[in-house]
């Protein structure tokens, strides 16, 4: 089977910075996304990652290990308009299909 | 960024009926779309991929004539759910890659179905 874990929920205040993880388990791999979904909203693209490292594009980073088969999102400088969930989606070739995680809903406060 | 439009935005139908979900690429040529399941606090459920002249390929448990997907253009994808029955009820998502153009995957703005 395949299957990707990420946390449920995470709470932090505005300014923060959080990590979110995932870790895979997938027959395939060729890259790792980041998708963020507002509710009742489409998800929309927030990172990709098909090598080791850090790839980073303004206030979000994204991290893998593909030996660990590990990665996370990182948002720093946090704000209330982030709110929602974060979603990691493996890739398992260059096709375009995507296996989403079970997605963290970020709530931050005040 | 690539443009993917889906419509309706919601339907409210009668059990028993069929129900058609219309995806669009409008700013670029899709040969593939993927269509997506999502219950509520859920993750997207990868259902079937659209593949433009050609039969869809459907994930394990994905009934294919409950079903319905035809990719007749470049640009058009649809997902017909037939006899729907309030179980089918869901928000039902389509995507699309404009390849060559890097690993963004552009989403529809979804259709929340709920069958009565």
């Known amino acids: 089977g395949q299957s990707l874990e990420q946390p449920s929920e995470v709470t932090a205040v505005e300014g923060a910075i959080v990590q979110i993880n995932c870790t895979y388990q997938?027959?395939?791999?060729?890259?790792l996304s980041w998708y963020q979904q507002h509710d009742g909203g489409a998800p929309t693209f927030l990172s990709y990652n098909a090598l080791d490292g850090l790839e980073e594009t303004g206030r979000f980073s994204s991290f893998l290990s593909r030996s660990d088969s590990y990665g996370y999102l990182l948002l720093q400088e946090l704000q209330m308009k982030d709110s929602a969930s974060y979603f990691c989606a493996v890739s398992k070739d260059q096709g375009g299909k995507l296996i989403f995680g079970q997605g963290t809903e970020l709530s931050v406060k005040p | 960024g690539a443009v993917v439009s889906q419509h309706p935005s919601r339907v409210i139908c009668k059990s028993g009926t069929s129900v058609k979900i219309e995806c669009r690429s409008l700013?670029?040529?899709?040969?593939?779309m993927f269509w997506y399941r999502q219950f509520p606090k859920k993750s997207l459920m990868l259902m079937a991929t659209s593949n433009e002249g050609s039969k869809a390929t459907y994930e394990q448990g994905v009934e294919k004539d409950k079903f319905l997907i035809n990719h007749a253009s470049l640009t058009l994808s649809t997902l017909t759910v037939t006899s729907a029955h309030p179980e089918d009820s869901s928000f039902y998502i389509c995507?699309?890659?404009?390849?060559?153009?890097?690993?963004?995957?552009?989403f529809g703005q979804g259709t929340r179905l709920t069958v009565v």
């Open positions: 700013d670029f040529q899709a040969t593939t």
């Open positions: 995507s699309a890659r404009e390849f060559d153009r890097g690993f963004e995957a552009f």
């Open positions: 997938t027959s395939g791999f060729y890259g």
